[in-house]
């Protein structure tokens, strides 16, 4: 069922009756209310929503940059402009990004993006999309909508072409959203068709209006919404229970063109924290995770490096240990610091095994 998408309550009201001029009255409101946006009530029961700053990109975008104070860096091609980021020109073998620098270690969130795609090329002549993340790993250029193929995290692709010749039953351009471990690569040929949780049709190019999508995860529970009608409407178009994701990644954007190419613009990002009221046995349920994964879907695992690198204070070349002894170094040194190694024993051990990586006499038995 849609839901109509309304005003945020009392404070954007409010906030909107303010005229240019007092500007200087608004940054000094802004500061005694803090960083965030009002609350909201969202749906059914005490679910409320606030605005992290942090997270979020709007007009004039003046958290974008490159230093050390900003909070979201470009990449490749993307470009600031007045009215919008553009990813990506309409020109051909281009690809650009936007990734927030701060990591997001909310337990519920909600991400709305205010996109446009729009070009010159007629049907099925334009490409390739866009794709909204929530990653492991930010700023690593690659095929897959301009990101890394293998990715750890969650990826939402607006795919505005066809690659699979033979199909039919799907319309382009089409959304989807994958969850991968590290361990999948993104089917191209077959537009992510294999690895995808669910999809639906969203037409979105060249239009005269605002076109928006929102990636809302709560207790587990991952819902995409769309409102590309003009309506003020979301429209429901993915939802999949039993998501697991970590907490910690990063949120970004990327785009690509090859061959063929659009305009592939980004207006605003904002993303909301939503408390949510969770019983006891939610909570345990509920517990962080480390690795991504979707209930009733295996993913295979993912393979990790069967040897440590470390360099030892002398020699030249790396040495390669176990992961026991990596483990027992790491714990040696913090005591050292903490000023626990006082024995004759412990500091012989020490010696010990610093003689080993110096000699290059430790080898890997794998990690476990």
């Known amino acids: 069922m849609a839901a109509t998408v309304g005003p945020s309550g009392w404070w954007q009201r409010w906030r909107r009756r303010l005229s240019a001029r007092d500007g200087s009255k608004m940054l000094l409101l802004l500061l005694l209310l803090g960083s965030g946006q009002g609350p909201r ?33 470009l990449m490749g091609n993307a470009m600031v402009m007045t009215q919008y980021i553009r990813l990506t020109p309409d020109m051909q073998s281009k690809q650009g990004a936007l990734w927030n620098r701060v990591p997001c270690f909310l337990r519920d969130w909600e991400l709305q993006v ?6 010159q090329g007629k049907k099925n002549l334009h ?37 699979e010749e033979k199909q039919q039953e799907r319309v382009f351009p089409y959304i989807s959203a994958m969850v991968n471990n590290g361990s999948l690569s993104y089917d191209h040929e077959r537009d992510g068709r294999p690895t995808e949780l669910g999809g639906c049709t969203a037409i979105v190019r060249n239009l005269h209006y605002d076109t928006f999508l929102v990636i ?108 026991e002894v990596w483990e027992e170094q790491m714990l040696t040194r913090a005591c050292s610091l903490a000023g626990l190694l006082q024995s004759p024993a412990a500091s012989q051990g020490l010696s010990s095994v610093t003689g080993a990586l110096n000699a290059g006499t430790l080898h890997s038995r794998g990690h476990p």
Not at 50 to 61: A, N, Q, T
Not at 114 to 119: D, L, N, Q, T
Not at 127 to 147: C, E, H, S
Not at 241 to 262: E, N, Q, W
Request: hydrophobic share 30%.
């Open 114 to 119: 205010h996109f446009k795609i729009h070009g």
């Open 216 to 323: 809302r995860y709560v207790k587990r529970h991952l819902t995409i919404m769309i409102d590309i009608d003009g309506k003020h409407e979301w429209r429901d178009c993915i939802e999949v229970p039993g998501v697991r994701l970590p907490r910690g990644y990063y949120f970004g954007t990327s785009s690509i063109t090859g061959d063929l190419s659009d305009n592939h613009d980004v207006i605003s990002l904002k993303l909301f924290e939503l408390t949510v009221e969770r019983n006891p046995e939610e909570e345990k349920l509920h517990r962080d995770v480390f690795l991504p994964s979707v209930d009733n879907m295996k993913l295979p695992e993912r393979t990790e490096p069967k040897t440590l690198l470390l360099s030892p204070p002398v020699a030249t070349t790396s040495v390669t240990v176990t992961y």
């Open 41 to 73: 009530q969202v749906g059914a029961g005490q679910t409320f929503e606030y605005l992290k700053r942090e997270h979020s990109l709007s007009k004039p975008y003046q958290g974008v940059g490159t230093g050390s104070s900003s909070l979201w860096n």
């Open 127 to 163: 490409g390739d999309g866009l794709a909204i993340w929530y990653t492991k790993d930010r700023m690593q250029p690659g095929p897959v909508f301009g990101n890394m193929d293998k990715f750890v995290g969650l990826g939402v692709f607006i795919d505005t072409y066809p690659n």
